[in-house]
Nanobody, 123 residues
Framework: VQLQASGGGLVQAGGDLRLSCVVS????????VGWYRQAPEKQRELVAA???????HYADSAKGRFKIFRDNMKNTVYLQMNTLKPEDTAVYYC??????????????????WGQGTLVTVSS
């Protein structure tokens, strides 16, 4: 399984961005896909996750501003980020967990990781 993240960039505070994660390979072997982020000198944190049946989980920081959704026909998971704040600045990674797990929030369960895309929000 390979993941390719894209869509990052520079945006002003209050702006929007949509990240995309294309999943390729034996996609039937995976279930949950999550978006993680890591800011400089901070730990990696889960932003949102979604299963193949569209169950979702959001971090408190993302609730009400971000939306995760997927197009199973395109094997793509999106993270729509609205009303961005400077504290959202980070490298965003998408990751996939094997089908044996449900909507897992444990990063150790995510076996497959994309390369990351940088989101910079200016104040």
């Amino acid at each position: 399984v390979q993941l390719q993240a894209s869509g990052g960039g520079l945006v002003q505070a209050g702006g929007d961005l949509r990240l995309s994660c294309v999943v390729s390979g034996p996609t039937r072997t995976i279930n949950a896909v999550g978006w993680y982020r890591q800011a400089p000198e901070k730990q990696r944190e889960l932003v949102a996750a979604i299963t193949s049946s569209h169950s979702t989980h959001y971090a408190d920081s993302a609730k009400g501003r971000f939306k995760i959704f997927r197009d199973n026909m395109k094997n793509t998971v999106y993270l729509q980020m609205n009303t961005l704040k400077p504290e959202d600045t980070a490298v965003y990674y998408c990751a996939a967990a094997p089908r044996l797990y449900g909507l897992t929030l444990d990063p150790s369960k995510y076996n497959y990781w994309g390369q990351g895309t940088l989101v910079t929000v200016s104040s």
